[in-house]
Antibody, heavy 120, light 107 residues
Framework: QVQLVESGGGLVKPGGSLRLSCAAS????????MSWIRRAPGKGLEWVSY????????HYADSVKGRFTISRDNAKNSLFLQMNSLRAEDTAVYYC?????????????WGQGTLVTVSS | EIVMTQSPDTLSVSPGERATLSCRAS??????LAWYQQKPGQAPRLLIY???TRATDIPARFSGSGSGTEFTLTISSLQSEDFALYYC?????????FGGGTKVEIK
């Protein structure tokens, strides 16, 4: 079955870095656009970043632009999010999500998420 | 950025009753709107895309309507498993944006 499994979350100090990974299985990863989406404690969902199937088109939310970098390795069915200069407001559960149809814009499925806590 | 506003924040409904959730966009998004359900400790689950198309395996009691700036998610007869958080999301423009969510709780 289609599955997305995130890893790499944890506790990091403000200004620190973290790299999240998302392992995909059950579908042809290289055919699909992917995104990272987060949910801060007590808040709603916030889209973070998007990457096209071949990695040629990338978008970021203004809140993370210049600090976060999305990438993918289609040979390893993996999606990544390099997070630098982390701030307290980046504390959230980070989900990777597959765009359900090429160019569609809606997400199905989502991974279970990985928690990132930025605190001194 | 297109701002998505959901109302109400919390909806108290008895099992078997109808629930109507609203989502408003700050500018027209045509029909490029999706709805998701999220339960505590779980990943969001796609319910509706294209404003009114049910996703695979979503029960018929869930229906979506609207276009432009006003959208509605209706749950015709609430089941115990439907008590959850619901989010709308527009995908007409970058950045993609979500509403703040509506919590459907047991009355």
């Amino acid at each position: 079955q289609v599955q997305l499994v995130e890893s790499g979350g944890g506790l990091v100090k403000p200004g620190g870095s973290l790299r999240l990974s998302c392992a995909a299985s059950g579908f042809t990863f290289s055919d699909y656009y992917m995104s990272w989406i987060r949910r801060a404690p007590g808040k709603g969902l916030e889209w973070v970043s998007y990457i096209s199937s071949r990695g040629t088109t990338i978008h970021y939310a203004d809140s993370v632009k210049g600090r976060f970098t999305i990438s993918r390795d289609n040979a390893k069915n993996s999606l990544f999010l390099q997070m630098n200069s982390l701030r307290a407001e980046d504390t959230a559960v980070y989900y990777c999500a597959r765009e359900a149809a090429a160019g569609g814009g809606w997400f199905d499925p989502w991974g279970q998420g990985t928690l990132v806590t930025v605190s001194s | 950025e297109i701002v998505m506003t959901q109302s109400p924040d919390t909806l108290s409904v008895s099992p078997g009753e109808r629930a109507t959730l609203s989502c408003r966009a700050s500018q027209s998004v045509s029909s490029t709107l999706a709805w998701y359900q999220q339960k505590p400790g779980q990943a969001p689950r796609l319910l509706i895309y294209g404003a009114s198309t049910r996703a695979t395996d979503i029960p018929a009691r869930f229906s979506g309507s609207g276009s432009g700036t006003e959208f509605t998610l209706t749950i015709s007869s609430l089941q115990s498993e439907d008590f959850a958080l619901y989010y709308c999301q527009q995908y007409n423009n970058w950045p993609l944006t979500f509403g703040g969510g509506t919590k459907v709780e047991i009355k």
